[in-house]
């Protein structure tokens, strides 16, 4: 734990910011005179000595691509290395701010300096807005102390980055940790490939849920988009159509052309135990890996920090079923 005493306010975009348009709300400009005179009216708030910079273009985080998580890791850590800043506030829509906060762990991974994402469910200065308490609570963790790595804050939880979800569209506390299942082990020392350091560039991924009427042309024809990774959300503890010859055949061709092939489960809670039944054993032997109890924005941002380095089928296989940094341990 370390107080803050030199923070970056990282500006993305996000309902937080937004200002009503003929259209709805949009990404709005501007948000630094409103943090300030809205600091200067409540000096009860504690925060660090901060300055903000705005992204561009400012997004409404729907659109957020692997892109932009470039461009965001690449701004956080030149806000450390080089302007010496010692902590990050990140302000985000919260549609995909538990996916930015995944993928920022694995891009930051070796960064030793906190990086919290807030956002909020009503815009700032909209009546009975959550904007305020956030970012206002933000501030105080951060001026008090808060561990380093990549964290989630809202409504007044602080919530791992690798393993938060967005559970509720209509409700403030919007986000939560899944009390999904932890097991795996450990990675001793990370090599320089899965470091801050490491440039990355975007990668072909997919996310498939397996369901009733899953047909094995539907993952060849996702496959055929020249995917490098491929998350299969199976059901349960990690089963799907066993006994759909095609589908298996479709899964093994993957694996065997290279394509990473992960499982996650789709259940809230729990994980990937594949030998529990014959079901999840078969998918097993196609060579699909587990992803054990880590949740789909957690496994997508892991295989984006592999991938994206350009990282081998064996290599990316051995460091996705050991835990880097709190997701699956
Ligand atoms: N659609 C908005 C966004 O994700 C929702 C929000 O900010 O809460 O940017």
Known sequence: ?????????????GTIGMLQTPQGLAPAGGFEAR???????????????????????????ANMQQGNWLAMRDAIVEAVQQDGHDGVLLLHGTDTLAYSAAALAFLLLGLDVPVLLTGSMLPAGAPDSDAWDNLGGALTLLAEGVANGVQLYFAGQL???????????????????????????????????LSHAQPRTPVNLAVLPIYPGLQAAHVRAVLETGVKGLLLECYGSGTGPSDDEALLEVLRDAADRGVLVAAISQCAEGSVVFDTYAAGSRLRDTGLVSAGGMTREAALGKM????????????????FALDLCGERA
């Open 159 to 193: 919530l791992p980055g690798v393993r938060a979800s967005k559970l509720r569209s209509d409700a403030f506390d919007a986000f939560a940790a899944l009390p999904r299942h932890r097991e795996g082990e450990r990675a001793g020392e990370l090599p320089a490939v």
């Open 35 to 61: 943090m300030r005179a809205w600091l200067a009216h409540n000096p009860q708030v504690r925060s660090p000595q901060w300055t903000l910079r705005e992204m561009s273009p400012l997004l409404d985080s």
């Open 304 to 319: 984006f920090g592999l991938l994206g380095a350009g990282l081998e089928l064996g290599t990316a296989r051995h460091w």
């Open 1 to 13: 734990m370390r107080a803050v005493k030199n923070l970056l306010v990282l500006y993305t975009g």
